[in-house]
């Protein structure tokens, strides 16, 4: 298995710009869950899906930001308007069921200039 | 106050020594997971117990839910387990709330 796979890697954009990060989890798998990494808070949850339904969006900073899941293999972090505060890893993984270890993606490495 | 609270923040030891790290929680949790960040940046999940002490090669986690704490130990460390080790504790069915992490430095 590929294990979960995003895209990009890397993306520097410029403050205002709209962002998108995209997760494919691995195959199988029907939970999704986004997280944010920075040096000062660490790791966060932001969304987390069950059969591609949002079950917790309590985490997502503010409107700027929104998540999707139009299907069981694909999902998508948006940002916009995008700020310098957003700079960041955000890291996506995924798990099969409700009780079991997640597996993380290699995250995306965020830089809003 | 952090719901998680690890300790210590950053640690060195020579080849060989025993390592601990240990893992406060103050919230309800359904189980306690141990992941590790490699310095490239991956995680990978280590453990994930709700009870008593489980085993893998020369990582050995534990758990007392009375006391609301988890101690990961390495035996025999190595310079590859340099690493951030990072616990986090999991509410209801799913949702993780995460440590600080542990910077781990293993010298040869």
């Known amino acids: 298995d590929a294990g979960v796979i995003q895209s990009p890697r890397h993306e520097v954009t410029e403050m205002g710009q709209e962002v998108t990060l995209r997760c494919k989890p691995i195959?199988?798998?029907?939970?999704l869950f986004w997280y944010r990494q920075t040096m000062m808070r660490g790791l966060e949850l932001l969304i987390y899906?069950?059969?591609?339904?949002?079950?917790?969006d309590s985490g997502m900073p503010e409107d700027r930001f929104s998540a999707k899941m139009p299907n069981a293999s694909f999902s998508t972090l948006k940002i916009q308007p995008s700020e310098p505060r957003d700079s960041a890893v955000y890291f996506c993984?995924?798990?099969?069921?409700?009780?079991?270890?997640?597996?993380f993606g290699p995250g995306t490495r965020l830089t809003v200039l | 106050k952090n719901e998680v609270e690890q300790s210590p923040q950053n640690l060195t030891a020579q080849e060989g020594e025993f390592i601990t790290i240990n893992c406060s929680y103050s919230?309800?949790?359904?189980?306690l997971h141990w992941l590790q960040q490699h310095p490239g940046g991956g995680i990978v999940s280590l453990f994930m117990?709700?009870?008593g002490k489980k085993k893998h090669g020369r990582l050995i986690a534990t758990i007392n839910i009375q006391e609301k704490h988890s101690s990961l130990h390495i035996t025999a460390s190595h310079p590859r387990d340099s690493a951030v080790y990072i616990c986090?504790?999991?509410?209801?069915?799913?949702?993780?709330?995460f440590g600080q992490g542990t910077r781990l430095t293993i010298n040869p």
């Open positions: 899906f069950n059969n591609n339904v949002p079950i917790d």
């Open positions: 993984a995924s798990s099969w069921g409700k009780d079991n270890e997640q597996f």
């Open positions: 919230v309800g949790i359904s189980a």
């Open positions: 195959s199988g798998h029907n939970s």
């Open positions: 117990l709700s009870s």
């Open positions: 986090a504790a999991r509410q209801g069915a799913q949702k993780l709330v």
